[in-house]
Each structure stands twice: as structure tokens, then as C-alpha cells.
């Protein structure tokens, strides 16, 4: 054991590192003395010096002090506050380096995790974007106040310090525009802007979303009560100063909570919500409807979905995990029936009401969980031949595993948003599912995140 204790990594030790790859969050990840290092803002190839910040049992982080060799993927960053926010994790790597790298962290995932032979997995490269910047629809940012300043931001890494933010490279313009003018405003009145610390004080967050399609916008004031002092006046000014304005809504959080939206949602001003257009589809987004941030890549995910599926007309298909309904009304046209579920009644309301609008009665959607109302299904006779599951990222519901195992659909689509529980829950399915391919889609340019369109066949 004791030359075991003599190679440990000690804390504020530096040494040199070798950068091997990228990890599920990002950062660099070299070996020293056999002991896993990991660097945010490294990169693979790169030769660097650093110094141990946190010492883990299995592992130990550590920061960059020099770069003796840097990785000729390496670029400057867009944001004049990248290494303060961490909002995003790879703007220093070339975008094209940066979907390589994706497609790496699944085949990362699936060595960890599974006994597949990756080898002879059909596993495709990362689907992108031609333009990876400005593409999110929808900004959260906190609201704080220093020296009668607005400032509005999100807290920065490992901190609780608000990092202002003036122009979001990856927000959509609008939105960053929007944001801007609201800031003004609640400065220039003189609004009280919540303090965390004293819980004083009214705006907590400023929400903006915009329907990229549709152009219409829409405004979200998150406050610590229902009195909003010069209420009138904040109407008028953000009409007049954001003319695309399509919706003003007042959402009510009192609790002490890292939680952005509180229970009550007022309507202010306009509509209750804003239309955004996907494909053929159009959604009604109110102020807490979840919908995907990057509607560019979303309707390209949901095409691979469509082509995984490669329905005839004549298929049952399953949307587990529905929300909204989205991928199930993305394959409505090419099926029999799909039914889908959600543990959520608004969005199984929301999911009813969005396939009436678009004319489909070959729609079901009932609130519950997969794995308790599939077997109901086929119990009374309804067998899905395609089941599509896009959970959260934790994966799939153990149960829901079994219910699929059990159900035998020809084929099982799974849409992730987290290549480590993927590859577990892929592990799981091998017993009687094969895979025939893995397409990675890159839905969070200049983050770390990355989706994958699975297709999977009974065999």
C-alpha cells in the first residue's frame, strides 16, 4: 500500500501533463504517476504544466499554468467572459475539431460501459451546424445590481459571483438584444432588483425567448412577489423599445431556490404565448412550455428520428416520454397510431391540443409513466411495432428497460442528450436489441453536450 500513498497527487503540486482526450464535461484529461487528471480549457495533444486544485479519490482536477505545446486546433474565444461564465465549455477548439471530439466522447462512453465490439459499430460523424453561433431561442439570465447598475448574467463557474453579459455569443440576437433594452429599463425606473443574500428587492431573472421562425418575441419577468412597482411604466417602455414584442408575462418565485420559475404566471401585456414553427409543425410556446433550444438542429434530430424509424404507413408507434408531443407528430403522418405519454398532465394537454391544430386523429397521448401504461397497452392488444424513447438525462427508467425487453417492438429508437447513460442503457437492451447504427447531432455548438439518434433492431 505505502508506494501506493507516495504517488498521490498532492494539493497545489504542479507537474507536466499530456492531454489525451476529452471528457463528457469538456475538459482535458491526461495521466500522471497512473493517477486520472482532468484540465477544463486543455486540449488533446497538448503538452501543458499545471497545478492541483481538488484532490478526489480516484482522481484529481488541476488548472492550466502553461501551454508548451498547444493543439493546432486550438482558438481564440468568441466571448470576452468564456473562462468566467462556463456557460460554454469548448469555445477555444476549432468548431470542426470540436464535432471529432464529439463523436470521440460517445465511443468513450460506449468502451466504458459496454462489452459491444465498438470496432464493427456503425458509429457517424457529428452532425453540425453551418453557422455555430446565435442559434439558442431562449435566455435565462439572473438579475443583480451593483453601484445603481443593472447588471444581468448568469453566476460564474464554481461561484456564486453574477457574471455580466452583454452579448451571449450563443444566444439568438434577439433575445440578446432584448435582454439589453429590459436591463435599461429597470435601471431607469428604478426598479428594486432582488438580492440574493438579503432576499430584498423585487426582479429576480429576466427570461426572453424568440420564435426563430416567426420572429415573435417574448418577454418573461421573474419576481419575489405579485406587486410590481411601476408596473404601467415597464409595459410601455418594453413596448416601445422592443416593437417585435409579442408577449409581456409575469412569472411569481418567492422561495429561496435555484429554481428560475415559481407556480404562478401572470399574463401582462399581448399573448399568453408565441408561435414557433418546426418543419410543417407550428407550437404555441407559453412562458414554461419546455421546447428544444436550437429549433435548426432540432428539426434536423427529429429527421434522423424519422429516418431511423423509416415508417411505411402502417406502423404503431410509441412516443415515450412525449412532452409536447414533437418527434411523435414528426412521424404522425408516416404511421398508423402513435400513442404517447409523459409523466406531465399540462404537456399531455399541450400535446393533445398541438395534434388537433394540425389535423391528426391518429393521435393518443395519456399522462402517466412509460413502463406502467405500456404494458396496459399491450395487454389489451395494442403492440407498438416502433418505440421511440428520448429521456432525460439520466436515461431510461430501469423499469421502462424491462417493459421494452419485454415488448419486443421490431424497432427501438432512443434519442439521448447524455452519451454515458445511453451506452449503460444500451448495455442493458443488448440482450435483445442490436445496434445497427449511431448518429451523433451536435444540438449545443461550443458546449460539450451532444445528442445521438440511435436505431436499434430486435434481432
Not at 460564474?156 to 439568438?172: E, P, T, W
Amino acid at each position: 500500500m505505502k508506494t501506493e500513498q507516495n504517488i498521490k497527487i498532492q494539493p497545489k503540486q504542479t507537474f507536466p501533463l499530456t492531454i489525451k482526450r476529452l471528457g463528457i464535461n469538456g475538459e482535458g484529461v491526461g495521466y500522471f504517476k497512473k493517477q486520472v487528471v482532468f484540465v477544463p480549457g486543455a486540449l488533446p495533444g497538448e503538452e501543458v504544466v499545471v497545478e492541483a486544485t481538488k484532490i478526489h479519490p480516484k482522481h484529481a482536477e488541476a488548472k492550466i499554468k502553461k501551454i508548451r505545446i498547444k493543439s493546432p486546433h486550438r482558438v481564440q474565444p468568441l466571448c470576452p467572459v468564456y473562462d468566467l461564465c462556463g456557460g460554454c465549455q469548448l469555445q477555444h477548439l476549432d468548431y470542426n475539431q470540436q464535432l471529432k471530439e464529439k463523436r470521440d466522447i460517445v465511443i468513450q462512453s460506449l468502451e466504458r460501459h459496454t462489452k459491444l465490439n465498438i470496432e464493427k459499430l456503425d458509429i457517424r460523424e457529428t452532425s453540425g451546424m453551418e453557422n455555430p453561433w446565435g442559434y439558442r431561442n431562449k435566455g435565462s439570465f439572473q438579475v443583480g445590481e451593483k453601484q445603481g447598475k443593472v447588471l444581468a448574467g448568469l453566476y460564474g463557474l464554481n461561484s456564486h459571483q453574477l457574471i455580466n453579459i452583454d452579448q451571449c455569443a450563443v444566444q439568438h440576437s434577439q433575445t440578446n438584444e432584448a435582454t439589453a433594452k429590459v436591463k435599461q429599463i429597470l435601471e431607469s425606473l428604478q426598479i428594486p432588483i432582488y438580492n440574493e443574500k438579503t432576499r430584498k428587492g423585487i426582479v429576480r431573472t429576466i427570461v426572453t425567448r424568440v420564435g426563430v421562425q416567426t420572429g415573435e418575441l417574448q418577454v418573461v419577468l421573474i419576481t419575489s412577489q405579485k406587486e410590481l412597482p411601476k408596473k404601467e411604466l415597464v409595459l410601455q417602455e418594453i413596448q416601445k423599445q422592443i416593437p417585435n414584442v409579442k408577449s409581456i408575462v409575469q412569472n411569481i418565485n418567492g422561495e429561496n431556490t435555484s429554481l428560475i420559475f415559481g407556480e404562478e404566471t401572470l399574463s401582462l401585456a399581448g399573448e399568453d404565448f408565441i408561435q414557433e414553427t418546426l418543419g410543417d409543425l407550428q407550437f404555441e410556446l407559453s412562458a414554461r412550455t419546455f421546447f428544444q433550444l436550437n429549433p435548426t438542429q432540432t428539426v434536423r434530430l427529429y429527421d434522423e428520428v424519422k429516418k431511423a424509424a423509416a415508417l411505411t404507413g402502417k406502423e404503431k408507434v410509441v412516443d415515450a416520454y412525449c412532452g409536447v408531443g414533437t418527434i411523435g407528430l414528426w412521424l404522425a403522418d408516416q404511421a398508423a397510431e402513435v400513442r404517447g405519454m409523459d409523466v406531465i398532465p399540462e404537456s399531455i394537454e399541450d400535446a393533445k391540443k398541438n395534434a388537433k391544430r394540425h389535423g391528426f386523429t391518429n393521435t393518443k397521448y395519456v399522462p402517466g409513466k412509460a413502463e406502467e401504461v405500456l404494458p396496459k397497452w399491450v395487454k389489451k392488444g395494442w403492440k407498438p411495432d416502433v418505440i421511440v424513447v428520448d429521456p432525460p438525462r439520466t436515461g431510461l427508467d430501469k423499469q421502462l428497460i424491462q417493459t421494452i425487453l419485454q415488448v419486443e417492438a421490431k424497432k427501438l429508437i432512443y434519442v439521448s442528450c447524455n452519451p454515458s447513460t445511453l451506452a449503460k442503457d444500451i448495455q442493458t437492451l443488448s440482450s435483445k436489441y442490436d445496434v445497427k447504427y449511431i448518429q451523433p447531432v451536435d444540438m449545443f455548438p461550443q458546449t460539450a453536450h451532444v445528442e445521438c439518434v440511435v436505431k436499434l433492431i430486435l434481432n
